[in-house]
């Protein structure tokens, strides 16, 4: 029973940590989205998809924000719960 504790604990832990980190690397930054990365596609894609602009609440604009403002504590306790859920799988 200890050994799920401890992997739900690292997973959340893990998972809390890494979102920034990813989030970066796809190129949602601090400064906007970063030019030539998975994030302007994706950009570019809603904004096709929805006739020249993203649309407010959708999966870029809340990574969007998340990236240039940081991760807020509801979304980190959600990613906590996810991470800890898939650490006890182990």
């Given at each position: 029973m200890w050994a799920r504790v401890g992997a739900a604990t690292a997973g959340a832990v893990i998972t809390?940590?890494?979102a920034p980190v990813i989030l970066g690397a796809v190129g949602f930054t601090s400064a906007g989205i970063a030019g030539g990365s998975?994030?302007?596609s994706m950009m570019s894609s809603a904004a096709i998809a929805n006739g020249g602009g993203v649309a407010a609440g959708s999966l870029v604009a809340i990574l969007q924000s998340a990236g240039a403002a940081g991760i807020s504590v509801a979304a980190k306790l959600g990613l906590g719960a996810a991470g800890a859920f898939i650490g006890a799988l182990f």
């Open positions: 809390i940590a890494a998975i994030a302007a």
